[in-house]
């Protein structure tokens, strides 16, 4: 109920029918025009106004360690061409992962980019700042943004900026730098350009705790991933009714780029009738 009822920060949410922002919630396909809701400042935010993370979804397979929940999206729902039937399956595995399969399939072209909005702290549930939080990031660029957070369409090297996550960085050295970007996010709320080829499941992110000694690597198949340290949050319920401050947790959201459907040189998020969306993210977590 309270996902229905509102979930502003989108806590634990699959977020759809396309993630993260699209300029102006306006996009061309196929030489026609479609105009989406616009509920973040000028633009459109995953998924719109009722997107995937305000619906119910049906629970077709189910064990112990697994779900697998399918949504049936009809043709135009929040401005979208095209019905998609869209699934994902929910498993833990013995190896401490949390493993998540997304697939999705269309009667007509259609633009699709899931990802999960899982919120983390790794030194507990309500447990403070994660300012001391370690992050590596496997990228060695970055889509800059405008000031309403949408990509500019360039694609910047991380190096001498706060995005700079190549090797071991705490999460608070940077995060109130004197940088146009990070005035622009408020903080962190940029996608990294992954090293690995779209479509291969590998390595994107670690991130450890020293406090708790908890370690998160996050891997996926996608091309980026949006590192987002909670910003927004004021005073938000979370796990086991803690309430969350800003910057007490930080989400990790693998996906497409933002606004790749209005930037062609960006990899690609349309979907077309016989072709299939697949999407595997992994969070693996351990001690050290």
């Known amino acids: 109920k309270e996902y229905i009822d509102g979930n502003g920060p989108y806590m634990g949410a699959v977020c759809g029918r396309c993630a993260n922002r699209i300029a102006r919630g306006r996009f061309f396909l196929n030489d026609s025009e479609y105009t989406l809701a ?73 633009i699709v980019n899931l990802a999960s909005h899982s919120y983390f702290n790794l030194g507990g549930e309500g447990s403070g700042s994660i300012y001391d939080h370690y992050l590596t990031i496997n990228g060695d660029f970055f889509t800059p943004t405008d000031e309403t957070n949408v990509p500019t369409g360039e694609i910047r090297p991380v190096q001498g900026t706060p995005m700079d996550f190549t090797s071991p960085r705490k999460i608070g050295q940077d995060i109130d730098r004197d940088d146009v970007q990070i005035r622009y996010g408020a903080g962190y709320d940029h996608n990294w350009v992954l090293r690995h080829r779209t479509g291969t499941l590998d390595h994107a992110v670690t991130a450890h705790d020293p406090s708790s000694g908890r370690v998160m690597e996050v891997l996926t198949t996608q091309p980026g991933i949006q590192l987002y340290s909670a910003n927004w949050i004021d005073n938000e319920k979370g796990k086991g009714g803690k309430k969350y401050q800003r910057r007490w947790a930080f989400c990790l959201e693998t996906q497409h780029f933002a606004d790749a459907i209005n930037k062609p040189h960006f990899p690609s998020t349309i979907l077309n009738p016989r072709d299939e969306y697949k999407h595997i993210c992994i969070y693996k977590f351990s001690t050290k």
């Open 38 to 110: 616009v509920n973040n400042g000028p633009n459109h935010l995953h998924g719109g106004i009722n997107g995937f993370s305000r619906v119910v979804w049906d629970v077709i397979k189910s064990s112990p360690s697994m779900v697998k929940m399918e949504y049936l999206s009809p043709d135009g729902e929040e401005g979208y061409p095209g019905k998609v039937k869209v699934s994902v399956t929910y498993t833990l595995t013995d190896e401490n992962e949390l493993k998540l399969e997304y697939h999705a399939v269309t009667d007509k072209p259609t």
